[in-house]
């Protein structure tokens, strides 16, 4: 009893203040529509409902099913507050769209004259599709995530980059004499042979030690006879192994005749290759390289250190700004291919020493000793210091990227900071601190950052430790490996030249590793003079030759000093920064602006369309439960051939549970229900006193003219 | 009746003038402002008070021309480029690398041709410096030179005079060969001299061209005798070379085999046969390691021993005393499709040194047309490229003062390759090509040729970065046994033994694999610049493309086809007027319009109009309208809520 009532003033409620703009078609369509889509509607909520009344309701239940039955009234006035949209049918909803979106083009459809009209509807959808494309456009730009670049140039207080100073010649020759004793006593043998037209005396081939020898030996190729090359053991005549029958002609050919070779053999000297060099000098150098890789692989690194060059030793002066400085400032490290090597301003314990001004007054003035006469003198054939400068907390790959300083002269060195800084995933594939890169870093045991050199090198050793089983003695080694040295690895000359000349490890190395967000390079201007002048030589000699020796006599000399200056330059810094071209507010505002031009549209437009969308869906789902409902009815109808019930006896079925319908009466007139006299409610609603009202003229207006039609 | 057509209806009721019926602009503009989409208009006609709608005018002028001119900004601002840095780290393909000793040809070898010369410049410094003999070089001294002057007549002499010119009056000059003063007539060119001139001194060396058959003269005054000298003796060198047959310029220089003692790449030993032959005329045979023929090498690792390893042999007795004065080889870093010029750009290696080279890659891309000059492949411009290399500026430069040259002079420089159907430059056929050179080059110089402004740089372009150090090479201890060996590889080629200052070690290589490529990439496309318009519109005036269509229809369309229906009408009116007296139905028609009665189409049918009867005389019925009492719609609610009910009845 209470329920229909309720409804119907929500309903008309719901209709009234959803449609305000509508008020004079108001009417109308109510009377239009209401015709089949509200019975449809009730019948649909009260067959939902007699579901539920068959239930036994004792006490206790009867109150659970009083209060299921609040939340579903106040569902089921949700619902139809939901589904009272702007109209009942697909074309009205339309036409109240369009005239009342906000988005520009609709309601130019409504309001114009037919062949405007279809303009118009071309013009809107044509923009709507331009909208639709360029928004595609926009999002696929922000998807693929580009960035922008900003650089700045300029100077400002930095800190001083960290400089690695060593010495080309890794070790003193005075203190690795003994080690080298015999490799240098075969070289000198192999330089006779090959250069010296006659055979030196059998006794100075004698005293040789041949075990070294006879790992890799040199041959030579004599190519005169270009299809049957004859390959000659260096030292033939006395091992008598020779392939060619005489030794003689090995003694007379010259380089363009006779190649130089290193015979590199496995499995006991069962599979050898040779290794062809065009010219002797590079032939010996590569041969005493790898014999010395051998040697001082079974070293220590300790007693290695204690070989190379110290601090003292090397640098004679230091001056940073106006303080200053000595050997003990710069930290050691032991460098496989240039041994001690000293960093200043590493970084590593304390801070990073900053400078504040450019020129040379404000860097890093040095004064080195190279002492050139205690080279290896096979090994290194080049004399001067090695210099890199490096980010802070980064390995001085001083092979790669250093350069050299010349001994006898000032070389200054003129630095900008050039820094890249990149953003990360997503937009490229760098990283931050390697830590996703598949490759274990043996450069992180001297904590130190990642580098890419670093992960290439790392990851070589690691191909090499594979294929060789030991480790190259220019890396570091991973625990647990051993360096590779003739004893123990026989075959690993074989082997690790295999590897170098493999492309797939490289390719693979390459592709393993990425590169990092960071990457700074240190832009040098490098100029030189002489140093010292003719003038100055003496004294500077002297004072330093005092220092370093407490002597008065003059114990240095032109080849083997260098003087330093590394200072910042005038702009010392240029940084380009990766920025993200397009963020979300760079897409909202373009799709925005994409909307707003051609529509004149917003959010709140497409909220609109979105709720015009949830209508039409309540339309169509309104109008199936009528369709299957007017089914069933008419199967209804076919069944018992009796007229549907009312409104009334149905409301009142759910309502009084007393209730029964009176099936026997099948009366064709429906209008006998003794309830109608005690319903006056829906015949008679309470009147709408329209003039109570204050309305605007217009309105009236309006409605009068409406009133004419 | 169909919900759609009843709204329809309504709405046809609610809008009382539809475009172009409006009666008048006027009208038009009142429907226009509170019909339109735009925000702004609708404020003008709605807002009270004359302060407040002129502000409002004021406010909509204002947006629209902040809007015209924010657009504007916009579309000016279109053809711009963001630059985008990308860091590839890769296997990077090696540049070719191209060494030239910078002594052209073996002096030895060349000496015959250029004895004469040789002999006139020792004369020339004799009587200008007052020296006789260079004994720097041994060998030289066994010349007899000094004895062949008196027999021969000088020619190079004669032909361009060297002189002393007085620096106060620079029209007299002594000509030092007969110690004549002589009037000198023509401009007088004073070439800065690059070695500085530090005593005060009064005579200045230079020497004059002359055109043959016309008396212009041009003198060329140097403010050091060394340049003078050494620029007299160019002068003269290329035309001498000029006439001698490119193999046997290329017999008289080096071979690589002479030039190339070791060379290991990439951990692989190399030899001359990797290096392509280049025949430059200033420098003589140069040799290209990585050459476009064959496979392009590349580099996986940086690093000095993964990089071009090379020893040189120069041969510092063989050079040439007067055309060059250092020693040394010069080494240039290019792409391979790339000219080497090796005159102007290069790095000079010195001997007994090692010079190590680290190259960075960087890579630039530019945009062409619209957004910057510069052009692809060179195709676009109009200057045939003589070289058999890739387009570049420099090229372009170098082609456009050749063609200009022997468009002028009808013959070409000796330093630059021949166009078509031309000869290089010689006494013998064109006998005044100096002072046409000279005159080309200083308006080439002076930017006066429209070479500059002709040639564009190039879109793309890869700049190797170098960092070049020295050390000394061989080192005190090593270099026993390193010339020893090195003599031995050099064979043949050489009878002699190696000096450490007769080699030089070079070392070129990528010191990291990071190849930086500079991108430019368009800053604006068309969706931005719509989207960018889009917000302007909106944020002004809430307008969008629909407004500025609404904008032409009313204010076009609509607006011309009320003026012309007005005009017609006038015209219309016009007609009729001129008619009037002819025409005895216009005062009817015009007394059909004043009175009402006839033009009342909404009212309903009343009996006399319905039966067409004539006004009852001295009716004042449109004068009084009837009541419209308001009270009386309350029926009409009634009646709507009555439908609602009634409504299954009625269908």
Not at chain 1, 143 to 167: H, Q, R, Y
Not at chain 2, 358 to 365: I, Y
Not at chain 2, 475 to 484: A, D, M
Request: glycine share 6%.
């Amino acid at each position: 009893m209470k329920l229909s009532p309720n409804w119907t003033e929500g309903e008309t409620r719901a209709q009234r203040g959803h449609r305000a703009p509508l008020k004079a078609s108001d009417r109308s369509v109510t009377r239009a529509s209401g015709a089949w889509e509200v019975p449809a509607v009730r019948g649909s909520k009260l067959s939902f409902l007699s579901w539920e009344t068959p239930l036994p309701a004792p006490s206790f239940r009867g109150c659970l099913a009083g209060a299921a039955m609040q939340v579903k009234k106040y569902l089921v006035k949700g619902l139809h507050r939901l589904q009272k949209g702007p109209g009942y049918t697909y074309k009205e909803l339309l036409v109240w769209y369009c005239d009342n979106t906000n988005t520009h083009g609709p309601k130019r459809i409504i309001c114009e004259g037919p062949k405007k009209k279809a303009m118009w509807f071309v013009l809107t959808l044509l923009f709507a599709s331009i909208v639709f494309w360029q928004w595609g456009v926009f999002i696929q730009t922000y998807l693929s995530w580009e960035v922008s670049v900003s650089l700045s140039i300029g100077f400002k207080t930095m800190d001083f980059p960290a400089v690695t100073i060593c010495n080309a010649s890794p070790f003193q020759y005075s203190k690795v004499k003994h080690l080298l004793k015999d490799l240098d006593q075969l070289m000198e043998a192999v330089l006779e042979r090959i250069v010296a037209p006659e055979p030196p005396g059998a006794n100075a081939t004698r005293a040789l030690n041949l075990t070294l020898w006879n790992h890799t030996p040199l041959v030579l190729i004599d190519e005169r006879n270009p299809h049957h090359p004859v390959v000659l053991d260096l030292f033939a005549d006395n091992r008598n192994v020779s392939a060619s029958g005489s030794p003689a002609p090995g003694r007379t050919c010259n380089a363009q005749q006779c190649k130089v070779a290193m015979r590199l053999c496995c499995h006991n000297g069962t599979v050898c290759t040779f290794r062809n060099f065009t010219s002797a000098t590079q032939a010996v150098t590569e041969w005493y390289t790898l014999q010395a890789t051998n040697i001082f692989s079974q070293v220590p690194t300790r007693e290695l250190a204690k070989m190379g060059y110290s601090g003292e030793q090397l640098i004679l002066a230091c001056l940073f700004g106006a303080e200053p400085c000595s050997y003990r400032n710069f930290t050691s490290l032991f460098h496989p291919d240039y041994g001690n090597c000293y960093i200043f301003n590493w970084g590593m314990a304390e801070q990073a020493l900053p400078s504040s001004n450019p020129g040379v007054e404000f860097g890093l003035k040095l004064i080195l000793d190279l002492g050139q006469e205690d080279y290896v003198p096979f090994l290194t054939s080049t004399a001067g210091a090695r210099l890199l400068l490096h980010e802070q907390r980064s390995y001085p790959f001083v092979k790669e990227e250093g350069i050299y300083a010349m001994s006898g002269t000032e070389t200054s060195i003129g630095v900008l900071v050039d820094k890249l800084e990149r953003k990360g995933k997503p937009y490229s594939q760098c990283t931050a601190n390697g830590s996703d890169v598949p490759v274990h870093n043996l450069y992180r045991g001297l904590n130190t950052s990642y580098s890419i050199q670093a992960c290439i090198r790392s990851c070589f050793q690691d191909h090499m430790i594979q294929n060789c089983s030991c480790g190259h003695y220019l890396y570091p080694l991973p625990p647990g490996e051993k360096y590779c040295n003739n004893r123990e690895f026989p075959d690993w000359v074989y082997c690790y030249s295999q590897l170098r000349r493999s492309l797939g490890q490289r390719e693979t190395c390459i592709g393993m590793c990425k590169e990092s967000c960071n990457d700074t390079q240190y832009k040098m201007t490098i100029s030189m003079a002489d140093w010292p002048s003719e003038a100055s030589e003496d004294w500077i000699f002297h004072v330093l030759s005092q220092e370093r020796d407490q002597s008065t006599n003059i114990t240095l000399s032109r080849k083997g000093i260098v003087k330093l200056n590394i200072y910042f330059q005038e702009f010392n810094y240029r940084t380009i920064e990766e920025s993200a071209a397009n963020n979300i507010v760079w897409l909202l505002s373009n799709l925005g602006g994409q909307f707003g031009f051609w529509m004149g549209g917003s959010v709140l437009c497409l909220i609109e369309f979105a709720e015009i969308v949830i209508d039409f869906l309540w339309i169509t789902v309104i109008r199936l439960v009528a369709f299957s409902k007017s089914l069933r009815q008419r199967r209804a109808q076919a069944r018992y051939a009796g007229p549907p019930p009312t409104v009334a006896e149905l409301v009142e079925a759910h309502t009084n549970f007393a209730f029964h319908p009176d099936t026997a009466n099948h009366g064709p007139n429906p209008g006998a229900y003794p309830d109608e006299q005690t319903l006056p409610i829906p015949g008679t609603p309470p009147p709408n006193y329209d003039s109570l009202r204050l309305q605007p003229l217009d309105v009236i207006e309006s409605d009068g003219e409406g009133d004419a039609i | 009746m169909a919900p759609g057509e009843k709204i329809k209806a309504k709405i046809k009721k609610n809008l009382p003038v539809r475009g172009p019926q409006a009666p008048s602009i006027k009208e038009l503009m009142r429907w226009y402002c509170l019909k339109t989409n735009t925000h702004g208009c609708r404020r003008i006609v709605v807002s009270r008070g004359r302060l407040r709608r002129l502000l409002w005018i004021l406010f909509t002028l204002t947006a629209v021309a902040l809007i015209f001119w924010q657009c504007a900004l916009l579309v000016l601002s279109f053809y711009t480029v963001s630059v985008s840095i990308k860091i590839h780290f890769q296997k990077l393909d090696f540049p070719a690398v191209t060494i030239c000793n910078i002594n052209p040809y073996k002096y030895s070898a060349v000496r015959p041709l250029l004895a004469d010369l040789e002999q006139e410049t020792r004369a020339a410094l004799k009587t200008l410096y007052g020296f006789s003999e260079i004994e720097s070089r041994k060998r030289r001294a066994a010349e007899p030179w000094s004895s062949a002057w008196e027999g021969t007549q000088p020619k190079f002499l004669n032909l361009i005079p060297l002189m002393v010119f007085n620096e106060g009056e620079t029209s007299k000059a002594t000509d030092f060969l007969t110690g004549q003063k002589r009037k000198v007539s023509g401009s007088i060119i004073h070439k800065a001299a690059d070695v500085m001139h530090v005593q005060e001194s009064k005579e200045v060396v230079g020497f004059q061209l002359c055109s043959n058959g016309t008396s212009h003269c041009a003198v060329y005054t140097f403010s050091s005798g060394v340049n003078a000298i050494q620029e007299w003796y160019k002068l003269h060198y290329m035309n001498i070379m000029a006439q001698v047959p490119l193999e046997k310029k290329i017999n008289m220089s080096y071979s690589a085999e002479e030039l190339v003692v070791t060379c290991f790449f990439d951990g692989v030993s190399c030899d001359a046969r990797n290096f392509t032959l280049f025949h430059h005329p200033m420098y003589g045979n140069c040799y290209t390691f990585n050459n476009k023929n064959g496979t392009i090498h590349s580099t996986s690792m940086g690093g000095s021993e993964y990089g071009l390893q090379v020893i040189l042999y120069i041969n510092e007795e063989e050079y040439n005393p007067f055309l060059v004065s250092s020693t040394g080889a010069k080494v240039i870093v290019h792409r391979q499709d790339e000219y080497p010029f090796i005159e102007d750009v290069g790095t000079e290696i010195e001997t007994a040194m090692a010079t190590s080279i680290g190259m960075h890659l960087t890579e630039s891309f530019k945009l062409g047309e619209p957004y910057s000059q510069c052009t692809e492949d060179g195709s676009d411009v109009p200057i045939d490229n003589i070289y058999n290399a890739a387009y570049s500026l420099q090229i372009c430069l170098h082609s456009c003062f050749q063609t200009k040259m022997v468009e002028r002079c009808g013959c070409a420089q000796y330093s630059q390759p021949l166009p078509p159907a031309a000869n290089y430059c010689n006494y013998q056929q064109h006998p005044n090509w100096m002072y046409c050179y000279y005159e080309l080059h200083q308006a080439f110089v002076h930017e006066q040729l429209g070479c500059q402004s002709v040639c564009r740089e190039a879109c793309s372009f890869k700049e190797w970065t170098l960092t070049t150090s020295l050390a000394q090479w061989p080192s005190v201890v090593s270099e026993k046994w390193l010339l020893r060996v090195l003599t031995w590889d050099q064979g043949q080629q050489i009878k002699k033994k190696l000096n450490k200052t007769d080699l030089a070690k070079l070392l070129i290589f990528y010191k990291d694999l990071n190849q930086r490529s500079i991108m430019e990439s368009p800053a604006n496309s068309v969706e931005m610049l719509l989207s960018n318009f889009g917000g302007q519109l909106g944020l002004w005036m809430s307008c969008s493309i629909v407004c500025i269509i609404e904008i032409i229809e009313v204010f076009f369309i609509d607006s011309l086809s009320i003026i012309a229906r007005q005009q017609w009408q006038k015209a219309k009116k016009w007609w009729a007027q001129r008619q009037a007296p002819a025409c005895p139905e216009a005062p009817r028609s015009l007394r059909g319009q004043d009175n009402p009665v006839l033009d009342i189409d909404d009212d309903l049918p009343t009996f006399t109009s319905a039966l067409r009867l004539p006004p009852a005389p001295g009716a004042q019925v449109p004068g009084t309208p009837p009541p419209r009492y308001n009270t009386l719609r309350l029926e009409r609610a009634f009646s709507n809520q009555l439908t609602d009910t009634q409504v299954p009845a009625e269908s």
